[in-house]
Structures are given as C-alpha cells and as structure tokens.
C-alpha cells in the first residue's frame, strides 16, 4: 500500500517507501521513455501524460501531480503495491548466488508499461544499443505524438500512425526495423493483437501471439509480456542472459535456450522476470552487458 501521500502545494510526497529506488528502476533497461534531469530526478512520458519525479531521502516526490494521477496511472506504473521485499527473498532463497547483487539493485521494480509503446519500443530494441533505442522513442514521439511539454511529447498510439509507411519511420533512421514496426501497427489496428486478449491468454499462447508480428521473437516476446502485459513470470533471454546463466548454472557450459528457459521456469516459477532483472544486472556489473538493447 502507498503510505503517507501528502499534497504539497501542485507536488505529491510520498514517505516511507520500501525497496524502490527511482534511478536502478528507470535505468535498468526496461522502458526508454525518460530524460534524466539529475541523480535521482527525471522527466517521463507514459500513458500520454508528464511526469516530473524526484527521489530524496526516502521520499518519492512528484511535482504538479493531482491525486487522481497517482491513483490512476503512477502508483500502477511504479507497482508501488506490490510487496518487493517476498519476491526478493524467494529469488535469493532460491538462488543464493543472487544474494549480494539483489542486496546492491535492492530497489529494482518493474514497471508497467502501455502495451502499444512498449510493444514498438522493444522492436525498435532489437540489435541497438540503449542511448539509440531512447532517441528512437523520442524521435517517433516528436514526429506523430502529443505534445506534453516544450521538450516531451507522447507516444503515439496505433491510430496516429495509421498511415504512417516504411519509408517514414526509415527516415528517422530505424532501419530494417520500420517493416516490424508497420506491420505491428496493421495487427493492433485490425484486433490481430489485443492488449487484453493477450493478457489474459497463458504465457505460451500469448507468446506465440505476438511472435505473429513480423520480425518478433520469443525474447522480444517476453520483454512485452514482462513489462507491459502483467506476466512477470515471462524470462527474456538474450544472448548475454544466455551467457549469465550458463556461468552461474551450468559451469559455463553451452546450453540450449530451452534448457536455460526450462530451468529459470523451475527455479524461480512466477518471479522468474523479476529474477531476469537481478540477473541482467549481476551481467551488467560483470561486463558483460554494456548498455545493450
């Protein structure tokens, strides 16, 4: 439960939140549309509005937000509900070699995301590095979305960019991935992927559903699911997950990605995306991940 919201002229503050740490949050991979002002404040764009949020001292303050907004798209967005110090000690009771990286990301949580965003933003993900992937977002938001400030626009849902073609999102520069990114703006629009159908179908159907998308794959599948759809049992592997868990689990021997997904559905079962996140960052601080998409 949120604890102590108060109102502070046009800001909210919120005290006395456990286990969320803004910057590990917001820096950890999981969305690409932020700006970060300072250490601990950023600009963000989600469900079409603004948020300006500073974290200090253990206080959550969100400047010029009415109460409605809290309740309605942030505290949701955050998962500021949900009990992250349960799921931290199943990962580490389960893994014991996650202990000390859960202790230093301790305020990791994943966000919920708008499905359509990031739907577009994890295709855009695939084979570009962060920095490239966030200027992408920006770019298509500037160029189709809503403006919300003098430097931050929306993104765009599917009707804005209806008739938006190959070409134009080439021009922005996103490469092959602009035949992706049209044809998962056709399946939306024609009902072929729904949001709410997607969530509430099992984890392999839904899977499967969206990997109709041109140029998706299971581990852009599973980024959506993840951060978007509720699933947090989704397990994104790439090839540096793939490369973490065969040193941590198997002695780093070659496994196939069935094997690695079969044991990370083992081991941590309905955490196993939360667990994903302490893993890319025990890979982050290894090296071995370096601001990849």
């Known amino acids: 439960m949120i604890m102590n919201a108060e109102k502070k002229g046009k800001d909210l503050i919120i005290k006395e939140l456990k286990d969320f740490d803004l910057a590990q949050t917001m820096e950890c991979g999981q969305c690409f549309h932020f700006v970060r002002v300072d250490d601990e404040e950023y600009e963000i764009s989600a469900y079409g509005k603004f948020l300006r949020v ?3 001292k253990g206080k959550l303050v969100l400047f010029d937000t009415p109460k409605k907004d809290l309740e309605n798209i942030w505290k949701g967005y955050f998962d500021l509900e949900r009990d992250y110090g349960k799921i931290k000690r199943f990962i ?7 202990k000390d990286i859960v202790k230093k990301n301790n305020g990791i949580r994943i966000l919920n995301q708008e499905f359509f965003e990031t739907l577009m933003s994890f295709i855009i993900s695939q084979n570009n590095r962060i920095p490239r992937i966030k200027s992408l977002v920006a770019s298509i938001s500037e160029k189709w979305g809503n403006r919300l400030t003098d430097t931050m626009y929306s993104f765009p849902d599917a009707k804005q960019i209806e008739k938006v073609c ?7 520069k996103t490469g092959f991935r602009a035949a992706y990114l049209c044809d998962a703006v056709k399946k939306v629009l024609s009902g072929d992927i729904e949001d709410n159908k997607l969530k509430t179908a099992p984890l392999k159907e839904c899977e499967d559903m969206l990997c109709d998308i041109k140029g998706v794959g299971p581990k852009v599948a599973n980024c959506i699911m993840l951060f978007s759809l509720g699933k947090r049992e989704a397990f994104p592997i790439d090839v540096w997950m793939k490369r973490i868990m065969e040193e941590l689990y198997f002695g780093g021997k070659e496994q196939s990605l069935k094997t690695i997904s079969d044991l990370a559905k083992e081991k941590f079962g309905e955490y196993g995306g939360y667990a994903q996140q302490y893993l890319f960052a025990y890979a982050r601080e290894q090296g071995a991940v370096k601001n990849n998409g």
């Open 92 to 98: 580490v009771k389960r893994s014991p070699e996650l």
């Open 166 to 172: 190959e070409d134009d999102f080439r021009d922005l």
């Open 54 to 56: 500073r974290q200090e």
